[in-house]
């Protein structure tokens, strides 16, 4: 997008405030969504190497990339990095890369000073429809995803297509399934758009991109709005996520692969329910299949089920599951622990 032509904006409300999320908006416009004071931006190795001038040499906190630096230990090392600049509570923090950086600056951000204002600039696909709304942010502690974190809104999010180029294919894929998985719970117009248009996002055209970006930012705006602490309709944001997040444990998978295969699981659980037609989860098992996610399901039934026992143990015996109503729409239910053991078993084993 060439600079004139308006970036499509959503406005999310949340409890700490309100934040403006941007899509199609180029970085180059960053500046005037930038308060005056001292600006810092943190990043990954990563993204600095591919965009290095991007970067104002004088305040980039730069991290190692990556899933293992989402620790206390990094947070430590920017706080650190945060006193020698001379942040204040008039300085502003702008976090430039994926999930990673989005997270640790909404953290850090949140309790620097006890909180400083931020912006993020998400630079993967997963991060753009993902990490921007619901304000959550976090690190991993002692083996859990997550376990330490608070709910802030940014300043604003900009969501700037032209990142989505130096993407490896298995990240695009990774945002994809989160994409997918808003059409598939709320979106049944967008899913068919999804199915006219695999060769160009395949090709990462911007406008198609932004245009996914912008549809699947506003489901889940939507969704989050006024449910800003995970209850109610925020729980059909969990569609694949229940079962992906187990598989995410025992079988190395990334997220969105095991989303992908979660919701297979899903679907399979819901058509034998009853609650949704076989024509219906077949639609959600093609599109996941033509964009290269994984959809058969091959693994240790024990494995998963042992992950998902641990994983829910926290919840106590009951659990939320996201049921597919049909292409577009979903249902949360209640389900015992063991109940969802045994199907499935039923459907893997
Ligand atoms: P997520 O997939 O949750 O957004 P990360 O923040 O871990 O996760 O990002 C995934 C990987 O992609 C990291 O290694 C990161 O450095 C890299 N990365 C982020 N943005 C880009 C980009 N625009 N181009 C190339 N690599 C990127
Ligand atoms: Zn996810």
């Known amino acids: 997008m060439e600079g004139g032509v308006m970036a499509k904006s959503i406005e999310i409300q949340g409890i700490a405030g309100t934040s403006r999320i941007l899509v199609g908006e180029p970085l180059r416009n ?52 945060l006193v020698e600049l001379e942040a204040d509570r008039s300085s502003f923090l702008v976090g430039l890369g994926g999930g990673v950086v989005c997270d640790l600056t909404g953290f850090t951000a949140s309790i620097y000073m006890r909180g400083i204002p931020f912006g993020l ?4 696909l997963l991060a753009q429809v993902d990490a921007g709304v619901g304000g959550k942010n976090g690190v991993n502690f ?30 695009i894929a990774c945002g994809l399934a989160e994409i997918i998985k808003h059409a598939a719970i709320e979106d049944r117009e967008l899913f068919s758009f999804l199915e006219d248009q695999v060769p160009a996002v395949l090709r990462l055209d911007p406008p198609v991109m932004e245009n996914l970006v912008y549809r699947s930012l506003s489901i889940k705006a939507a969704i989050v709005g006024g449910d800003e602490r995970e209850k109610g309709e925020r729980r059909k944001l969990n569609f694949g996520h229940t079962l992906g997040h187990a598989l995410e444990k025992v079988t190395g998978l990334s997220h969105g692969e095991a989303v992908s295969l979660g919701m297979v699981l899903a ?56 049921f597919l109503k049909g292409i577009g729409s979903c249902e949360v239910k209640e389900i015992g622990l063991e109940e969802l053991v045994r199907m499935v078993s039923e459907i893997i084993g």
């Open 30 to 81: 960053m500046g005037a969504w930038l308060p005056a004071g001292k600006r810092i931006m943190l990043t990954d190795s990563n993204v600095r190497r591919y965009y290095p001038s991007v970067f104002d040499p004088e305040a980039v906190i730069e991290v190692g990339s990556g899933e293992k630096v989402k620790d206390l230990e990094t947070m430590r090392f920017i706080f650190e990095r």
């Open 121 to 124: 600039v998400p630079t993967t």
């Open 267 to 322: 679907v399979d659980l819901s058509v034998k329910k009853g609650i949704l037609q076989d024509s219906e989860g077949d639609r959600l098992k093609s599109l996941l299949q033509r964009f290269g996610l994984p959809v058969r399901l091959s693994f240790s039934v024990d494995r998963v089920t042992a992950a998902l026992k641990l994983d829910k143990k926290r919840e106590g015996e009951k659990l939320h599951f996201v």
């Open 142 to 171: 002692a083996g859990y995803k997550n376990m330490i974190g608070t709910f802030t809104q940014p300043e604003f999010v900009l969501c700037d297509p032209q990142f989505l180029k130096t993407l490896p294919p298995g990240e």
